[in-house]
């Protein structure tokens, strides 16, 4: 008779007739092997878990407790996340989760945006988007054997790269670029980004040869020797923690998604963002316990569903800078909160023979109303030129500018090339002439910081889906004088003070612009996302998606044939390109089939892309969860394309 042989340890001990009595389980075998471990001399310490009782020699209930894994009173790292909005009302900090939050190993919540440390062992795993299995039987990329991985201050342009060293080490003594202080027209470190923009597009890069290693640590946690205590910059107190993308990317539930039996890889942004499971539970928390109509019911759910609309308005004012709550109305998006402004104030300031000026880089949402208005006004409308970069020529700009502008609509960001453009600068032209100015801020709101205080901006508009909260809601901002000074646009309920047969009063700004039952829920989901972004901390999520930019605007470089659309030297993150070989449609749908999301044709900027002879770029645009190993992956597909054409 054969004995079988155990499969397991579990069936070992089976057919040795069982555990003797009082044995531990395996999990108390686990848990008792941990605190032994946890008790050695010079062991990392947590908190110890929680042994059953009746384990001979540990007592019942939790064990010593050990230091802390984060450090106290820094934001996100053991401190207490603020569980109210401005308005007073919980915020989406204090809703259940609807889905069991997960653990790092050091027992901090599995969340980006509530403190988890800058490396928690997890990297390379599902968290980038692309798992190393996967990753593994991907083409890559040669790296040259004798060019060594760049040395950089951020810890995703240091690692093993499939990229070449970039044109900025080649003058290693150039003076650090502030990547700290909010810049009001351009993002951290722009000078990377205008070295490598500098090349020519239409080839391959020069071989640039690799900067010898430095002494001079560019910063101190870099330093691998250490650094005495005196050469350690000071923190303010108001820091956010470590920026953690791996941390950043398990907050968005969707980034989990395979398609085509991929790893989901959003190069959309430009298009949509993703949200956040704290704008997604906001706004199930609101459906669940503070579902109502506003303003007037004399009942507990309205004063909720009160409190969380107005104080989601405080929020949007307190992200854009504005002077007052009351400066904020909630639209459908920036395309509806323009047509508000061209129906308001266009209406009622532009006439005949009078001028709008706009430039050769806006959305059609910001061209259509005003030719809209135009034609019914009998006014014309000037449009300022770009470079060959696709930057706008601001002397060009002041040309345009006469007594007879009384609008100038720009846009902050390109959507189509990225370009960040001057808008100080332009607000500060328009109004020496006396024409007023509105800034689209679509596309800027989720890449750097905006205060329209300091822009001095008239008007700026934004959308809620492209800053991580829902669709179907916006915000205009407008300076509380000139907003009251303007007629409705529509009428109804809510935005009435007093209505006759013989005559109507209105309210004042916002809500004599806001008529009937608006978008309440996904205003406070908006007020979510905002928030959310706020704790991670805007200039962080600017000085990384800046250098992710540079990453990935050096690894396209190195494909064949592609041509970069848009070279300005301030830039948001949206690589427009062409292969040659390949429709844009072509391309697109190579890169959905491993699991990449692009956006393929003409972007609703039709003008900009006929400035380069083209109708339609391929566009990846890039946000802050985004990672090096997916522009890797991306840069490896196209590759790949150019090899079959061969």
Known sequence: MTTATPTSSDDAVKAHGGPPAGFPDVATLALLANEFFHMLPGAAGGVSPELPSGVPGFPAGPQSALPAATPAGVPGHGAPVPTTSPGGIPSHGTPPRLTPSSTTPTGVPDHGATGVPAADGRAGGIALGVPEAYAAALPTVATPPQVPAPRSPYYFLGESSAYTAYASQSQPNAALDDRVTAQPFSLPGASDLRSLLDWDTHSPGPTVPAAAPSTDPRFYFLDPAGTSVGSVPTVPQSAHPPFDVHAIRR????????????????????????????????????????NSNIHRAAHDLAARATDAYEG???????????????????????????????????????????????????????????????????????????????????????????????????????????????????????????????????????????????????????????????????????????????????????????????????????????????????????????????????????RYEHNLLVYATHGMQTVPGLRMIGTAQEKASVLSFVLAGYSTEEVGKALNEEGIAVRSGHHCAQPILRRFGLEATVRPSLAFYNTCEEVDHMVAVLRGLVRARR
């Open 251 to 290: 907050d968005f539930p969707i980034l989990a998604e395979r398609v085509h039996g991929r790893p989901l890889v959003w190069f959309d942004n430009a298009a949509t963002t993703q949200k956040p499971q704290a704008v997604i539970d906001r706004l199930a928390w609101f459906y669940a316990h503070e």
């Open 312 to 542: 989601a308005r405080s929020t949007v004012a307190r992200f854009l800078g504005a002077s007052s709550a009351e400066e904020i109305i909630f639209v459908r998006g920036a395309t509806e909160g323009i047509n508000l402004v061209a129906q308001t104030f266009g209406t009622q300031h532009i006439g005949e023979g009078d001028e709008i000026v706009v430039s050769l880089l806006e959305h059609h949402a910001n061209i259509v109303p005003w030719q809209q208005i135009a034609a019914e006004k009998g006014a014309k409308i000037r449009v300022i030129p770009v470079d060959d970069s696709g930057q706008i020529l601001l002397e060009e700009y002041r040309k345009l500018l006469t007594s007879r502008t009384k609008l100038v609509a720009i846009t902050q960001v390109s959507n189509a090339l990225g370009t960040i453009t001057p808008v100080r600068e332009i607000v500060a032209m328009a109004h020496s002439v006396g024409a007023r100015v509105l800034v689209d801020g679509a596309q800027s709101v989720s890449h750097m910081r905006v205060n329209v205080q300091a822009l001095d901006a008239d008007f700026f508009v934004f959308s809620g889906h492209k800053i991580f909260g829902p669709t179907g809601i916006g915000a205009v901002y407008g300076k509380k004088d000139l907003l009251n000074s303007l007629p409705p646009w529509q009428g109804g309920g809510n935005m009435i003070a007093d209505v006759t047969f013989e005559r109507t009063l209105y309210h004042e700004a916002p809500t004599r612009f806001e008529a009937g039952t608006g978008n309440i829920a996904d205003a406070v989901g908006l007020g979510a996302a905002l928030d959310y972004l706020e704790r991670i901390g805007i200039e962080n999520v600017a």
